[in-house]
């Protein structure tokens, strides 16, 4: 994982179908640094992390990889629905 760089293309194979990603950002961040690993905005990411520094006992942080949706099936936000109904 920690040598992907900037550009790198992710494929996943799921049942609902094929994906592409393409990594745009890679950092190291705390344990602790919930921003990394939590997504807010409506945009499809895939967010790839790993512990951090390699070969230590205690790590304290992760490297990770963000990469933004190049191709693959639209997911579908129910919770519009979900919220008209309980109205």
Request: glycine share 6%; hydrophobic share 30%; aromatic share 18%.
């Amino acid at each position: 994982l920690q040598l992907m760089k900037v550009g790198d293309r992710v494929y996943i194979e799921t049942e609902y179908g094929s994906y592409v990603y393409e990594v745009y950002e890679t950092a190291i961040f705390s344990i602790y640094d919930y921003e990394y690993v939590m997504n807010y905005d409506k945009e499809e990411k895939l967010t790839l992390y790993t512990c951090h520094p390699r070969g230590t006992a205690f790590r304290t942080e992760r490297f990770g990889v963000f990469c933004k949706k190049i191709s693959g099936p639209e997911w579908i936000d129910l919770s519009a629905d979900t919220e008209k109904e309980d109205s």
